[in-house]
């Protein structure tokens, strides 16, 4: 959706180093998300946000870390504590009890 | 926790055919269930939704139909178009200590022969 911008499209990561994925979006939207899809497979909750300065752990929070200061961003930081980071990262908005919009997301490699 | 199956894994039809597509979920409390399309390497779209209030909803050559008693929800394609190839999940909104999110399926691949 043109609302959601995330960046970078495409990300390599040296071992032992964090990255920071972007998510901004201008729909006024309350909540924001961040998914994991490995290949092949289905959407994996690593931590969403309902309001600023909350969030809240998904399924698979562990390796990651997150942060709710504003309310149009939620970036996403995947740490060296993240063993296996490669894999598409969506990053989505809704409000409190709408369908969630996508961004168009961010591949993360390893280098 | 909210369970959501979907079923089946993949879906091959011709073009023309119809595909359906179910969904069961566990907590009868949920009341919001959307649909997405993901193509090849992009984001997923939604493509239809309904809420608890209604028993069917038709956009065109896609519907959604949802029967709250037996907790299932199903996705009908008529007509089906190579272009209708991608891989479909369902989702049911769910609440959980205050905060609502989004269970999602694992999938279906649809594929569409000429």
């Known amino acids: 959706d043109g609302g959601i911008t995330q960046s970078p499209k495409y990300l390599f990561r040296k071992e032992g180093q964090n990255v920071t994925l972007s998510c901004e979006q201008n729909l006024n939207h309350d909540a924001m998300y961040w998914y994991r899809q490995d290949p092949g497979q289905g959407l994996r909750l690593i931590y969403y946000?309902?309001?600023?300065?909350?969030?809240q752990k998904g399924d698979i929070a562990e390796g990651y870390s997150v942060s709710r200061e504003k309310k149009e961003s939620f970036p996403l930081t995947v740490t060296s504590a993240q063993k296996n980071p490669t894999a598409f990262y969506l990053c989505a908005s809704s409000f409190k009890e709408g369908p969630q919009h996508f961004g168009d997301g961010t591949r993360l490699s390893i280098l | 926790g909210e369970n959501v199956e979907q079923h089946p894994s993949t879906l091959s039809v011709q073009e023309g055919d119809s595909a359906v597509i179910k969904c069961t979920y566990s907590?009868?409390?949920?009341?919001?269930f959307p649909w997405y399309k993901q193509e090849l390497g992009k984001r997923p779209q939604l493509i239809i939704d309904i809420r608890s209030n209604v028993g069917e909803k038709k956009d065109q050559r896609i519907a959604v139909t949802l029967n709250k008693t037996a907790k299932h929800f199903s996705l009908h394609i008529t007509e089906t178009q190579p272009e209708d190839s991608a891989v479909y999940f369902c989702?049911?909104?769910?609440?959980?200590?205050?905060?609502?999110?989004?269970?999602f399926g694992a999938g279906t691949r649809l594929a569409v022969h000429p």
């Open positions: 989702a049911v909104l769910t609440y959980s200590g205050g905060y609502n999110k989004l269970i």
């Open positions: 946000s309902q309001i600023v300065n909350d969030f």
């Open positions: 907590d009868s409390a949920s009341n919001y």
